[in-house]
């Protein structure tokens, strides 16, 4: 039974950093894309940041606009594990955030094949 659980998350000034961890289990996920989502009230869930297993060379990383240079995705394989690092946080980064695994396919696409419950992330002012 694959699953993904995603923790780390909670109340934060502005300006401030967290840390989201995703914790894959049921069959190794070392190669496939991993990606981070979110969900603020009221919006529709959109793409946040992806990691693609490349066989030749290291792994790609995608970011959606509002957060390059502030997030950064990686994973660490050992573990089943990938980690979205947040800095300089905004409140407008308010949302549920939702870990998610493909073997194949777009990375910033959200037909992903299996999907984490989510965890909240509140940025306050």
């Known amino acids: 039974q694959v699953q993904l659980v995603e923790s780390g998350g909670g109340l934060v000034q502005a300006g401030g950093p967290l840390r989201l961890s995703c914790k894959a289990s049921g069959r190794t996920f070392s190669t496939d894309t991993m990606g981070w989502f979110r969900q603020a009230p009221g919006k529709e869930r959109e793409f946040v940041a992806a990691i693609v297993y490349n066989l030749w060379s290291a792994s790609s990383t995608y970011y959606a606009e509002s957060v390059k240079g502030r997030f950064t995705i990686s994973r660490d394989n050992a573990k089943n594990t990938v980690y979205l690092q947040m800095n300089s946080l905004k409140p407008e980064d308010t949302a549920a955030y939702y870990c998610?695994?493909?073997?194949?396919?777009?990375?910033?696409?959200?037909?992903?094949?299996?999907w984490g419950q989510g965890t909240q992330v509140t940025v306050s002012s």
């Open positions: 998610a695994a493909r073997r194949s396919g777009s990375p910033t696409m959200q037909t992903y094949e299996y």
